[in-house]
């Protein structure tokens, strides 16, 4: 919000868009984009505009990781 995190993200580069700031801050950045060339309908769909690379990869992910393991009570 205050424009910090920016110049983090390009002194670090991955190792600070990894953490759950770094998807906040994809959002906030795919949000600023979609509102500037759609207007207030960018508001609704930047955001997940921008991640669903991300979010879709974890569900592939996650479906693949729980398919090759086995799931038991101790």
Same mark, same amino acid.
Do not use: H, N, Q
């Given at each position: 919000? @205050? &424009?910090?995190?920016? +110049? *983090?993200? /390009?002194? !670090? =580069?991955? &190792?600070?868009? @990894? +953490?759950?700031? =770094?998807?906040?801050?994809?959002?906030?950045? #795919?949000?600023?984009? !979609?509102?500037?060339? /759609? #207007? $207030? *309908? &960018? @508001?609704? %769909? &930047? #955001?997940? %505009?921008?991640?669903? !690379?991300?979010?879709? $990869?974890?569900? @592939?992910? #996650?479906?693949? $990781? !729980? *398919?090759? %393991?086995?799931? =038991? /009570?101790?």
């Amino acid at each position: 919000a @205050v &424009g910090l995190y920016k +110049p *983090l993200v /390009d002194f !670090a =580069g991955a &190792g600070a868009s @990894v +953490p759950i700031s =770094g998807f906040g801050f994809l959002m906030s950045e #795919g949000v600023r984009k !979609a509102l500037s060339e /759609d #207007g $207030a *309908l &960018g @508001v609704l %769909t &930047g #955001g997940i %505009t921008s991640a669903a !690379a991300g979010i879709s $990869a974890a569900i @592939v992910f #996650g479906l693949i $990781a !729980a *398919l090759c %393991t086995k799931s =038991g /009570d101790k």
